[in-house]
Nanobody
Framework: QVQLVQSGGGLVQAGGSLRLSCAAS????????MGWFRQAPGKGRDFVSA????????LYADSVKGRFTISRDNAKNTVHLQMDSLKPEDTAVYYC?????????????????WGQGTQVTVSS
């Protein structure tokens, strides 16, 4: 069992930056691939970024590539999403997720655990 607790997020102007964090309980954090997904009002939960269990592989959605950076600290059981050059279309509820099967994942359906979600609002 893994519990994911998110922090960060909020309201920022276009072009600004925010940092999301996700803290995991338990001793097996390094056995989980981690990911970030987002859900805008009236839309499905979309992939944003993912990082492998060791942190040596990362994936990004095309819409955030070059602007967002995912990282993890297995000693502190945390994963972060640094979001720069934010755009109004980045506005959504952001969720961190953990997956115990593959080395890295990009499908929301593959997540075994979810964080509680945090609102990110980018004003124009």
């Amino acid at each position: 069992q893994v519990q994911l607790v998110q922090s960060g997020g909020g309201l920022v102007q276009a072009g600004g930056s925010l940092r999301l964090s996700c803290a995991a309980s338990g001793r097996t954090f390094s056995s989980y691939a981690m990911g970030w997904f987002r859900q805008a009002p009236g839309k499905g939960r979309d992939f944003v970024s993912a990082i492998s269990r060791s942190g040596d592989m990362t994936l990004y959605a095309d819409s955030v590539k070059g602007r967002f950076t995912i990282s993890r600290d297995n000693a502190k059981n945390t994963v972060h999403l640094q979001m720069d050059s934010l755009k109004p279309e980045d506005t959504a509820v952001y969720y961190c997720a953990a997956h115990s099967g593959y080395e890295i994942f990009a499908l929301a359906a593959a997540a075994d655990y979810w964080g509680q979600g945090t609102q990110v609002t980018v004003s124009s």
